[in-house]
């Protein structure tokens, strides 16, 4: 099990996990880390093109941002990894990635969102983040629509420069 227990459910747990594996991403825990350690993962599944991850742990002073993409399709096969790069990020640097989440609104979205939206194709945006102990996984299906009114104008804007900053 990748997310923590009930934080998504089971069928999304294997899906997204099987992309996770895949991509060779760590199972993500505050357990036995320290009251500074910092972890914010995105993952993309675009139904037909290609998945993506991009992840940011941050532990004392040691920063690393790290950002995969395989040659499989987000809504089927998770494929194999065709980019995987990893780059150091100084301090400023994260403390920016880290208010441009939070001004998403993230730390208080409910874990489904409201007004019942359903998609049949898409993308699905994983949001995993650890911070001061707290571990939270939201899921939000395809932010590019009806964006403003969902109230994700920043998450859109949030996920686009993350993924482009590493996978550009």
Known sequence: MYLPEGSV??????WFGRHLAAMGEPMLSAAGKPKD?????????????????????AEGD????????TDGRGGFEAGNVVVD???????????????????TGFWSWPVEEEGGLIFMDGTEFVVEA?????HRVRVRTS?????????????????ESQFAAILA
């Open 85 to 103: 790069r990893t780059d150091m990020l100084t301090r400023t640097q994260a403390d920016v990635m880290l208010a441009e989440l939070d001004a």
């Open 143 to 159: 932010p590019e629509i009806g964006t403003e009114e969902r109230g994700l104008v920043k998450f859109a804007d949030f996920c």
């Open 37 to 57: 350690y910092v972890a914010v993962r995105l993952l993309r599944l675009p139904t037909f093109e290609r998945p993506s991850v991009v992840r940011l742990e």
């Open 9 to 14: 459910n089971d069928v999304e747990q294997q």
């Open 130 to 134: 650890i911070r001061n102990g707290e």
């Open 62 to 69: 040691r920063i690393a941002r790290r950002a995969v993409e």
